[in-house]
């Protein structure tokens, strides 16, 4: 029973394509078939990810333009969610780390994946793409490069806590 979806990160432009899509635009009664006839293809798996991901030309940590222009260039709500989103990852990164230590790849997967689709609804795609091998390497409980990538994962977090620093947010 489901006629649509959008995969994450989701995008306010992505969700408004949608509920345009979908919605009765005049009075005239639409059926289900003339609405799936008529239907775009608004997001495809990772189309959203890829977007983001050739969104800069540069090498910063996260493309914070793309992402105020997701919280409707409200700056006082971005920055308010991206410090809560560093707190959070700095108490995770604790949890990684013991994770790995403890061998628990549950936990290991279940932080990452939130850490994921957090930092790539802020536009942090490098950091989500990190976090994404850690969900998978505890997916699969094949943790033998744990220590390596969550040196990496602390590396690129590390870029984004300075990147936004240095710009005050």
Same mark, same amino acid.
């Given at each position: #029973?489901?006629? @649509?979806? $959008?995969? +994450?990160? *989701?995008?306010?432009?992505?969700?408004?394509?949608?509920?345009?899509?979908?919605? =009765?635009?005049?009075?005239?009664?639409?059926?289900?078939?003339?609405?799936?006839?008529?239907?775009?293809?608004?997001?495809?798996?990772?189309?959203?990810?890829?977007?983001?991901?050739?969104?800069?030309?540069?090498?910063?940590?996260?493309?914070?333009?793309?992402?105020?222009?997701?919280?409707? #260039?409200?700056? @006082?709500? $971005?920055? +308010?969610? *991206?410090?809560?989103?560093?707190?959070?990852?700095?108490?995770?990164?604790?949890? =990684?780390?013991?994770?790995?230590?403890?061998?628990?790849?549950?936990?290991?997967?279940?932080?990452?994946?939130?850490?994921?689709?957090?930092?790539?609804?802020?536009?942090?795609?490098?950091?989500?793409?990190?976090?994404?091998?850690?969900?998978?390497?505890?997916?699969?409980?094949?943790?033998?490069?744990?220590?390596?990538?969550?040196? +990496?994962?602390?590396?690129?977090?590390?870029?984004?806590?300075?990147?936004?620093?240095?710009?005050?947010?």
């Amino acid at each position: #029973g489901m006629d @649509d979806y $959008l995969s +994450k990160p *989701l995008l306010r432009k992505d969700l408004l394509a949608m509920v345009n899509n979908w919605t =009765l635009k005049d009075t005239e009664y639409k059926t289900l078939d003339n609405i799936s006839n008529n239907k775009k293809i608004i997001n495809q798996p990772d189309q959203s990810w890829a977007d983001q991901s050739q969104a800069s030309d540069t090498d910063e940590p996260m493309n914070y333009n793309k992402a105020l222009e997701e919280f409707m #260039g409200k700056q @006082d709500l $971005l920055k +308010k969610v *991206l410090n809560t989103f560093l707190i959070s990852v700095q108490d995770q990164i604790k949890i =990684l780390q013991k994770a790995i230590i403890d061998k628990d790849s549950e936990v290991i997967k279940k932080q990452a994946h939130t850490i994921k689709g957090g930092a790539a609804n802020l536009t942090a795609i490098k950091l989500s793409e990190i976090a994404f091998e850690l969900e998978k390497m505890g997916t699969s409980k094949e943790l033998k490069d744990a220590d390596n990538l969550i040196n +990496k994962f602390e590396k690129e977090f590390s870029r984004l806590a300075l990147y936004l620093e240095d710009r005050q947010i």
